[in-house]
């Protein structure tokens, strides 16, 4: 069955460098593959979509790769600030619905 | 315009009761989603719905749960005879269309359902 694993539960990152979270896959092919950020107490929010003829997608500070031969995405986030503190989802698409892994959970550490 | 909304926004019910939550998804998104959320777990899907119909049932985690959406827009969730095991943070999200991940879902502020 499709599998996703997010590289760690909790990652700690020093102001101002780059955090980097990775998602892995397996069992799967997806077409598509999308990034969300949650904050405690409130619903995800869409960050970044990316598709698999797509290597990197860029939004500001966000970066996102799509390695579709490693099944791996990864999730940068550079110039990091302790306002980027939060759960990173990353979600994949199967069949009209959207998987999710269980999230990073970021803090930048002032 | 509005986001997603849900309601109520914390339910507290007596284990054996049933409860119903509701979603209002974005005006015009034909696609809703139901999802659960357990402290420290990643979102379990649960359900979706393109206009009316529920194509897909297999998340539902048992029959005592069922959802339904009117008017391709309100969708109400419906929890009998809860358990304990219930308690979670139950999320809705719609999209434009159903779109195989192609379409980003916008997510409500959850229902945070407690079981006594």
């Known amino acids: 069955s499709q599998k996703i694993e997010q590289n760690s539960e909790a990652l700690n990152i020093q102001e101002g460098k780059t955090a980097t979270l990775t998602c892995n896959y397996t069992?799967?092919?997806?077409?598509?593959l999308q990034w969300y950020r949650q904050d405690p107490g409130r619903g995800p929010v869409f960050l970044l979509l990316?598709?698999?003829?797509?290597k990197e997608k860029r939004k500001e500070r966000l970066k996102v790769t799509f390695d579709t031969t490693l099944k791996q995405s990864l999730f940068h986030i550079t110039a990091s600030q302790p306002a980027d503190s939060a759960t990173y989802l990353c979600?994949?698409?199967?069949?009209?619905?959207?998987?999710f892994g269980k999230g990073t959970r970021l803090h930048i550490l002032p | 315009g509005a986001g997603v909304s849900q309601s109520p926004s914390n339910k507290v019910t007596e284990k054996g009761k049933d409860v119903e939550l509701r979603c209002d998804p974005i005006?015009?998104?034909?696609?809703l989603y139901w999802y659960r959320q357990s402290l420290g777990q990643g979102l379990e899907f649960l359900i979706y719905?393109?206009?009316?119909?529920?194509?897909?049932k297999s998340g539902l985690p048992s029959d005592r749960f069922s959802a339904e959406r009117t008017g391709g827009s309100v969708s109400t969730l419906t929890i009998q005879r809860t358990q304990q095991e219930d308690s979670a943070v139950y999320l809705c999200?719609?999209?434009?269309?159903?779109?195989?991940?192609?379409?980003?879902?916008?997510f409500g502020p959850g229902t945070r359902l407690t079981v006594t």
């Open positions: 999200a719609s999209s434009l269309v159903l779109g195989q991940g192609r379409y980003e879902q916008y």
């Open positions: 069992n799967y092919s997806p077409a598509y």
């Open positions: 990316i598709r698999e003829n797509e």
């Open positions: 979600a994949l698409d199967g069949q009209d619905k959207i998987i």
């Open positions: 005006s015009g998104h034909t696609a």
């Open positions: 719905f393109q206009g009316n119909s529920a194509p897909d």
